[in-house]
């Protein structure tokens, strides 16, 4: 089954910097498309970083020029490098693929992992 785990959160002062990494399984990593999502608090979950199996990225207008989104297709692993971070940064970040079925897609995400920006 599809699984989607994230690590790297934690705690950093504003204009510090953070990489999380989602390690994925269950699917072809290769083809698919990933992205990271954040949820902060009294908010819906929102998109932040997309990258596409040939590499092409795309971002949030908020995170554009500061985080960085990659991966690895031979460790099946996305990462999203996170550089001068604002306390508007705070949230929990999932991981997320969406795989086409039959007849619907289907989206997975990880647990998520909380990163907090404060001083």
């Known amino acids: 089954q599809v699984q989607l785990v994230e690590t790297g959160g934690g705690s950093v002062q504003p204009g510090g910097s953070l990489t999380l990494s989602c390690a994925a399984s269950?699917?072809?990593?290769?083809?698919?498309?990933m992205n990271w999502y954040r949820r902060s608090t009294g908010w819906q979950r929102k998109l932040v970083a997309t990258?596409?199996?040939?590499?092409?990225?795309n971002y949030t207008d908020s995170v554009r020029g500061r985080f960085a989104i990659s991966r690895d297709n031979a460790k099946n692993t996305v990462y999203l490098q996170m550089n001068n971070l604002e306390p508007e940064d705070t949230a929990i970040y999932y991981c997320?693929?969406?795989?086409?079925?039959?007849?619907?897609?289907?989206?997975?995400w990880g647990d998520g992992i909380q990163v907090t920006v404060s001083s």
């Open positions: 269950g699917f072809t990593f290769s083809d698919s498309a």
């Open positions: 997320n693929v969406d795989i086409p079925g039959s007849t619907w897609i289907h989206h997975y």
């Open positions: 990258i596409l199996p040939d590499e092409r990225t």
